[in-house]
């Protein structure tokens, strides 16, 4: 700018000398000859400076020009300059405005989120105390159901009742002794040794003393908790399928055949068969009693409660037992809720032949016959059919000590799917028969893997289990020990659907792992108690095992990323009792940590906390 500046001053001073020069001259020649004579002299640097100035206009033209585009280029450059810092400063007010308003929309979920746990815990607390009230009225009505069975009638007579589908002959009053006498004759006989008439008798007797109780308060009572424990008790419909495969594990077997259960589905009933040793009479009492269990606390059976017969009612209003010389039914609704335990003996000529063929084929089976509720060939009933034969969980066979095999035989679409499940072999962990972790005794500690044979393939798993101790100061203790098993699929992709059992499935915490263990349950055994102190003593027991297992097996070990749960994610699905269990599992993990050095090779185990 300063160079251009000192040309411009340069040559403007010079073309004011040279004009002024010329004018000088003009002006002081008096002689005429002498101007003509000088103007030809005179022309000839006069036409150089005309040339000369020209060019000196032109040049400062295109000087000032120059300029002129220069300025236009410093105030372009100083806009742009000045936009881009407007842009940037907006960028960054802009970006204080979204973290601002990030923050106040994370306050408020926090907020709101805190108050729903703060209302999911009231409503857990509620629901706690609600079974609790249930369960002591349960029992005040188990105990005016044994009143009843004691009660007897003297008056002989016999009726005929007509079902709209099968006719039933029943009696109605009976000699009160000759009730005590077939109660004691068949109370300790094989289910082989008991004849028809026999059977038909005792299924007599109960239809009546079911049907002349008259005490009109006392039957509502029972009608009240019998309705409960009937189709309404469950909150899913197909929860009864997980009722009767319980059964077919509590049943006795004999001889060498492998235990297992058939189940039939069609479009209007649903058949299961189970190569069991039969009915006894108590069996037969027990499923048409209110609550009553003919498992004894020495035996080792999944059902506590002793109701699961009475989930089939969600599938069936006419459900049909057969076994060797037993064939009663039920039917539902009746004159009442009674109606549930009162059993209807069955004639030859109103049993389906298809049922009737399928019963000849395995006489020595217990099969029950299910007719549907719904409707045959509508959408309902195929959608219930369907989730019934999507609801047979594989890993059930892992915490049954007896039941081998089910299988589920779909006429429908003439497709059988067959689960079953064998030995594999054992894992890494040493087998010990008494170890102390972390201030606790697991005794007669085993692992072993099971193989799955399901649709989808065969599914390996390592399965684990122990005994332990049960304090006598913990009131819901039935037996001084009890097992836990621990079971990890080795397959990745394999998703469970249920990482809880009782035996059977209770509900899903979305862990990589499932175990089972003697939990009390609310009655629809889809959650755990979790006000229970033997609850919360086997769910710590469970917890320090886990860990054990992680640190003793290599295979595990080498794997706790996958199987280790953490507390950040399926927060949908754990109450703060189970996430207290994820709490001690990770703690006891860094407590140890060193054992999941690899010193020699440096390398680390990697793990999720």
Known sequence: MDK????????????????????????????????????????????????????TKDLLSSYYNLHRQYQRSILRDDISAQQEQVQVLFETEWKKIDILQLKHDYDQLKQEHQSFNEKVEHLRQELQQTQLERDHYRRENIQIVQDIERLKVATPTNVIVQSAQVTTSVPIKQNSNNQTGIIDQLKDLLPQQITPDQAKSFIEDIYRRRTEFDDEDMRKSICGSLKRLGSDLYSSSVHFLHELIQNAEDNTYVGESRPYLRIELNHDYILFSNNEQGLRPRDVLAICSLAVTTKTSEQKHIGEKGVGFKSVFAASNRPMLFSHSWKFRFQVPGTDAMSYITPLWINDQDIPQYIANQISANRQHTHLYLPLKLTPHTDLA??????????????????MRKLQKVEVVDQREEKVIIIEKNSSGSTKLVAQHVVEFEGLKFLDLVGLKAQLSTLSGKRTFRVYTCQIDVPSAIEERTNPMTMLTLAFPCEYDYDLTATVYNGLPVCDLGFKFMFNAEFHLVTSRENVRENVPLNTYLRDHLAVLFVYLLLNDTDLKKDISHYCPSSNIHQVKHSSWWRSMIGRINQLIENHLSILFDIGTGKVCCFLL
């Open 4 to 55: 251009i500046d000192i040309a411009l001053r340069f040559y403007t001073q010079l073309i004011q000398s040279k004009v002024k020069r010329d004018d000088t001259a003009l002006h002081s020649s008096n002689d005429e000859q002498i101007i003509e004579n000088n103007s030809e002299t005179t022309m000839q640097p006069i036409t150089p400076l005309v040339n000369s100035l020209c060019l």
């Open 382 to 399: 195929k959608q219930f059919l369907d989730d019934v034969a999507k609801a047979v969980d594989p890993c059930i066979l892992l915490n």
